[in-house]
């Protein structure tokens, strides 16, 4: 019993530690460039040991790439909880979209998922990020939405890329201090586009 309270202790230990960097390092990666940002800086500011950062993670390069997944993370669950059980499909595609534009808005969120992730881990790592969370998020809607006969059946992976590129330019738009209101007209005639279609 005593054995097993201790591993449940280091357990916890080692997740408040790692919670910790994660949560240093997406503090100083979305107020600074990367390359400014050193090992030691980011220990400092987890409040643990450069050790501890190196038994959690390979490099720095390890350490975002765990920040951009739980930012990444939070997005999905963002547009996730946008819709109720039982919205119409087409609904819930909008709800999504516009949770994922109120998600982006979160500060330093666009540049950390949309700029530095691609050319930091490279293309190919950040996108499948992208379609663990928030691209498979939109990839469900647009499923469901095709079964429903909401929208035509398209080829899935497509148009969840080319849907999920013009949500993700509406995100930068937006960040550089683009007019909201308008890029959601723009987009939900996209998407209403796309369903007239059926």
Request: glycine residues 8%; proline residues 4%; charged residues 20%.
């Amino acid at each position: 019993m005593q054995m097993e309270s201790a591993r449940r202790s280091n357990k916890e230990r080692s997740d408040a530690t790692r919670a910790a960097l994660i949560a240093a390092g997406r503090a100083l990666f979305t107020a600074r460039p990367y390359g400014e940002i050193g090992t030691p800086e980011i220990v400092a500011k987890a409040g643990v040991t450069r050790g501890a950062l190196y038994h959690h993670f390979a490099d720095k390069q390890a350490l975002f790439a765990a920040v951009v997944d739980a930012e990444a993370a939070a997005v999905a669950r963002e547009i996730e909880q946008s819709s109720s059980q039982g919205t119409a499909p087409y609904v819930a595609l909008l709800s999504g979209g516009r949770a994922y534009l109120d998600a982006m808005a979160v500060p330093g969120r666009t540049r950390l998922l949309l700029l530095d992730a691609p050319a930091i881990l490279g293309h190919a790592e950040a996108e499948a990020i992208d379609m663990c969370h928030s691209a498979r998020t939109l990839q469900e809607g647009l499923g469901i939405a095709m079964a429903a006969g909401a929208i035509p059946k398209l080829p899935l992976d497509p148009l969840t890329q080319v849907i999920s590129s013009a949500f993700d330019r509406a995100a930068l738009a937006i960040e550089a201090g683009g007019n909201r209101a308008e890029w959601e007209t723009i987009l939900e005639a996209l998407l209403t586009g796309i369903a007239s279609k059926t």
